[in-house]
């Protein structure tokens, strides 16, 4: 992509907190805000989680080979433009930043008929605006029982609202009754975004069966 039709910095010029994929994408909601890029209309986060937390996804930068990363959630942002393609930005993948989201469909979400119901995964989308306002987090889930933190958290100050210091769990919730947004089965999302609900298979794909994260 041209460094003039770039609506964010470049992927290492962005702020990134590795195991904070849902402030990173905040940071990029809030880019955009600030610096007028693009109309925050076009842009969405996505929380990708299901009923057990337990949700596949390859192509990650922390996974191995073709084997996909178990995460307890994972968060993405979308764009989606009358110019271009959907488009997906994903700090935490190898494919491309950003990608086209039949790309990412098909490298990285791949498809649920294969995979234990266990893992099916759920998608809740988030208007940017309404991100941007309604989000907040204390860090406390990265809180280990003795305080000390799983992994180092951003420099930054924690993202609170005036009315909130911490409500992770109701953008993660798949119940479509709590928080932000619309909630989606992988499939409707897809047919809703891409027009196709099924993506084609990569080249030499894998079920998964376990975790591996």
């Known amino acids: 992509m041209k460094s003039e039709e770039r609506i964010i910095p470049s992927r290492e010029n962005c702020v990134y907190t590795s195991c904070y994929c849902e402030e990173n994408v905040w940071k990029l909601c809030e880019f955009v805000k600030t610096e007028r890029t693009a109309s925050l209309d076009e842009l969405f986060a996505i929380f990708i989680s299901n009923d057990n937390r337990m949700v596949p996804l390859w192509k990650q930068k922390s996974g191995r080979g073709d084997q996909p990363v178990i995460w307890d959630y994972h968060v993405v942002l979308l764009q989606v433009g009358s110019q271009t393609e959907p488009l997906v930005y994903d700090l935490d993948s190898e494919l491309?930043?950003?990608?086209?989201?039949?790309?990412?469909?098909?490298?990285?979400?791949?498809?649920?008929?294969?995979?234990?119901?266990?893992?099916?995964?759920?998608?809740?989308?988030?208007?940017?605006?309404?991100?941007?306002?309604?989000?907040?987090?204390?860090?406390?889930?990265?809180?280990?029982?003795?305080?000390?933190?799983?992994?180092?958290?951003?420099?930054?100050?924690?993202?609170?609202?005036?009315?909130?210091?911490?409500?992770?769990?109701?953008?993660?919730?798949?119940?479509?009754?709590?928080?932000?947004?619309?909630?989606?089965?992988?499939?409707?999302?897809?047919?809703?975004?891409?027009?196709?609900?099924?993506?084609?298979?990569?080249?030499?794909?894998?079920?998964?069966?376990?975790?591996t994260s």
């Open 96 to 211: 491309s930043f950003p990608c086209s989201l039949k790309l990412y469909a098909t490298e990285a979400l791949r498809s649920d008929r294969h995979i234990k119901p266990a893992y099916h995964r759920k998608l809740r989308v988030v208007a940017a605006d309404s991100f941007l306002k309604n989000f907040a987090s204390d860090r406390s889930h990265m809180r280990k029982p003795d305080g000390s933190w799983m992994m180092p958290p951003p420099l930054y100050p924690p993202i609170q609202t005036a009315e909130c210091q911490m409500n992770l769990d109701d953008f993660i919730s798949m119940n479509p009754a709590v928080g932000w947004g619309r909630v989606f089965s992988l499939e409707h999302f897809l047919q809703t975004y891409t027009g196709n609900s099924s993506p084609p298979p990569p080249p030499s794909s894998s079920s998964t069966s376990s975790s």
